[in-house]
Nanobody, 121 residues
Framework: QVQLVESGGGLVQAGGSLRLSCAASGSFFSIGAMGWYRQAPGKQRELVADITSGGTTNYADSVKGRFTISRDNAKNTVYLQMNSLKPEDTAVYYC???????????????WGQGTQITVSS
């Protein structure tokens, strides 16, 4: 199985910065794409950013130019640097990873437990 452990959430004022980390651990063959999603109260979970194992990134339009996703493949860890935070960024942020448990296993989707980000105005 793949366990994803997130850290770095909290309360910040508008215009501030936070950095999220998510480390994958457990017994698996490989970790593929990793990403961050968020869910605000009363809204659906949405993609914030993702990154392939080769480093190709993808961002939601709402965070382009403010957030940066990166990863350390040796540590199976993904990061999300969030700058110029806005109150509308307030949500629970979830780490996501595609993992293969064995060399011939299909990729499965794994989620972290979520971390709260609150941006005050």
């Amino acid at each position: 199985q793949v366990q994803l452990v997130e850290s770095g959430g909290g309360l910040v004022q508008a215009g501030g910065s936070l950095r999220l980390s998510c480390a994958a651990s457990g017994s698996f063959f490989s970790i593929g794409a990793m990403g961050w999603y968020r869910q605000a109260p009363g809204k659906q979970r949405e993609l914030v950013a993702d990154i392939t194992s080769g480093g190709t990134t993808n961002y939601a339009d709402s965070v382009k130019g403010r957030f940066t996703i990166s990863r350390d493949n040796a540590k199976n860890t993904v990061y999300l640097q969030m700058n110029s935070l806005k109150p509308e960024d307030t949500a629970v942020y979830y780490c996501n990873a595609q993992g293969r448990l064995r060399v011939l296993s299909p990729a499965s989707n794994y989620w972290g437990q979520g971390t709260q980000i609150t941006v005050s105005s």
